[in-house]
């Protein structure tokens, strides 16, 4: 199987380029994922570098351009790829090495929304209770891993990444404004009003489409619009 | 040109115009297509009607407002520079009320 692979070292390169790798058929089993083809690349040739740590889809550490779509390897089936298989790190984010990304602005966008329950009453008995729709109203928007597959698919991430929050901040954002127990929400709402933090998002939704876990940031700044005008009304 | 701007009320101004003016147009293209005014001055009488008079002075502030929140929304999304970009916020606004004054102007001669 023949792959076309990201290299970039910084400290070495004057500028990016694509190496040729062919993997041996006889080494890829039914049922591969990409990530344990570049394992064995790696083995071939060790300066390959790459994020990699659960291989099942739940830390969200091998975000990559996957013959153009974002996606993590570890959940990306081999068998279903055309050849050559072109890996690319996330765009939109500086590279450090080879498929390996600066994270950092990423997780600044997500770090600005506070992601954490901001609840000054006395801490009750018990815990704070909710009703189970309360709780559903959480559903797909607290199982996001921060892959940052949507964020760097994102066009209005890519023109304007230190002022536009981007997709997974925002989900993040809806996860906090929508739960019960939180008492910031009307803070939480104007910090996100403005031209810029939202409202750059203009319903492209390359988010929803390729974001590994299903969930559907899209819709999520949709409730966030739709909450805005509940409450300025 | 940043940090309260409006982005809700930019959002909200946008959708409603577009509401209004896709009405508009419907209900224009169907007046034009069904009951199309025999002349130049037949014209000139329908439109000089009040309520038609309002409505296209309406039209014409929803597609000015919508064009300035799409316009403005193109230049904040590609132009980096804070110069250029005030400049360049500024020649649209510029031109917008240009086609104001103009737009008002013909309508108003109208009536």
């Given at each position: 199987m023949r792959f076309r692979i990201y290299r970039y070292d910084p400290e070495r390169d004057s500028a990016p380029r694509m190496q040729d790798y062919e993997l041996d058929d006889a080494l890829i089993e039914p049922g591969m994922m990409l990530l344990d083809a570049l394992l064995l690349l790696k083995a071939q040739d060790d300066s390959l570098s790459f994020r990699r740590s659960?291989?099942?889809?739940?830390?969200?550490?091998?975000g990559m351009n996957i013959n153009g779509r974002n996606g993590l390897a570890c959940i990306t089936p081999l068998a279903g790829l055309s050849e050559p298989v072109t890996v690319r790190p996330l765009p939109g984010l500086p590279v450090i090495r080879d498929l390996v990304v600066d994270m950092g602005p990423f997780y600044r966008q997500y770090r600005s929304i506070r992601p954490w329950l901001q609840n000054d009453e006395p801490v009750p008995e018990v815990e704070r209770r909710q009703t189970p729709a309360e709780r559903a109203r959480l559903d797909g928007l607290y199982e996001c891993i921060l892959c940052a597959c949507c964020s760097t698919a994102c066009p209005s991430f890519w023109w304007n990444p230190e002022r536009f929050l981007g997709p997974a901040a925002l989900l993040a954002a809806a996860r906090w404004i929508e739960d019960s127990r939180d008492r910031a929400t009307e803070a939480r709402l104007d910090d996100l009003d403005g031209p810029w933090r939202l409202f750059?998002?203009?319903?492209?939704?390359n988010c929803t489409e390729v974001c590994p876990k299903g969930l559907d940031p899209s819709g999520a700044i949709a409730r966030i619009r739709r909450r805005m005008l509940r409450e300025a009304l | 040109m940043s940090r309260r701007a409006s982005g809700l009320r930019a959002w909200a101004v946008q959708r409603l115009s577009a509401l209004y003016l896709a009405l508009f147009v419907l209900l224009l293209t169907g007046k034009l297509l069904l009951a199309p005014p025999a002349d130049a001055a037949a014209w000139r009488a329908w439109v000089a009607r009040p309520a038609v008079n309002t409505a296209f002075g309406l039209a014409l502030a929803a597609l000015l407002l919508h064009a300035w929140v799409g316009v403005r929304d193109v230049i904040l999304d590609y132009v980096h520079s804070p110069a250029l970009r005030l400049a360049l916020l500024a020649l649209v606004l510029l031109a917008l009320a240009a086609f104001a004054w103009w737009g008002l102007r013909i309508l108003v001669g109208l009536t």
């Open positions: 659960c291989g099942e889809g739940v830390c969200g550490s091998d750059r998002c203009h319903t492209i939704m | -």
